[in-house]
């Protein structure tokens, strides 16, 4: 059976349907409704932060709101600013302009910005870096025999053989551990400040009426590395 490119988005952004409230509306968790936002309807952020609170931040704009401001951009500025409708594409649905809206004034722009990368790619921050092991600090040039740790002489022997004066060389191979404590703290420190931005939407989103989602308080796990 043949999927429509919605649910072919949906699985990407690991956005499932959920149950539905008693009023009818679809629950989901924050992360589910930003992946829905970002990664399905493509939604966008304004950067004046004055003009997002004061026209985007508005549960009772609407679409053709929209389109009006859209045609009456276009006429100022002569640009001929208009909404795409080309087949197969439309606006952002009212809701995903609102979760965009709140996620640009609940937190600062760099993670607003940080937070909808990881939406639309349907991930989280990377927070576990594989176990610390063993790793060369340079490698050698790759031959048939594939590629080592790069070798450094790291004294010189002298000694007396068949009455000559020798020297003789001792390698060894220096080595680092991969992932870094510092590489490890600051990959959770990025997830922790994810996490935050998550709980800060979750509180924004309170004050905003959905017309298709009602948000749960369902989060991902804050500290996933303690086990």
């Not at 649910?7 to 992946?35: D, F, M, T």
């Not at 197969?88 to 009212?94: N, T, Y």
Request: with cysteine.
């Amino acid at each position: 059976m043949m999927m429509g490119h919605r649910q072919l988005a949906r699985e990407k952004v690991g956005v499932e349907r959920g149950p539905r409230a008693a009023n009818g509306k679809e629950l989901i968790s924050v992360r589910g409704l930003l992946n829905w936002a970002f990664g399905i309807e493509f939604a966008s952020m304004d950067f004046d932060e004055v003009g997002s609170a004061a026209v985007e931040y508005r549960p009772a704009v609407g679409a053709e709101y929209r389109i009006m401001q859209q045609l009456s951009l276009g006429k100022r500025s002569g640009e001929g600013v208009r909404p795409d409708t080309s087949f197969g594409r439309s606006l952002p649905h009212d809701d995903a302009d609102l979760v965009a809206s709140v996620l640009r004034n609940s937190v600062p722009w760099h993670m607003a910005i940080r937070v909808a990368e990881l939406a639309r790619a349907g991930r989280a921050p990377q927070w576990d870096l594989g176990p610390q092991r063993f790793q060369p600090r340079e490698w050698s040039k790759r031959n048939h025999l594939g590629q080592y740790g790069k070798a450094e002489v790291c004294q010189e022997v002298s000694y007396v053989c068949r009455g000559r004066q020798r020297v003789r060389k001792e390698y060894w191979t220096p080595v680092m551990v991969v992932p870094s404590a510092r590489e490890m703290a600051s990959a959770r420190r990025e997830y922790l400040d994810w996490w935050g931005a998550l709980l800060s939407v979750h509180a924004g989103l309170s004050g905003v009426q959905l017309r298709k989602f009602e948000v749960t308080d369902r989060m991902p796990p804050m500290t996933p590395w303690r086990k």
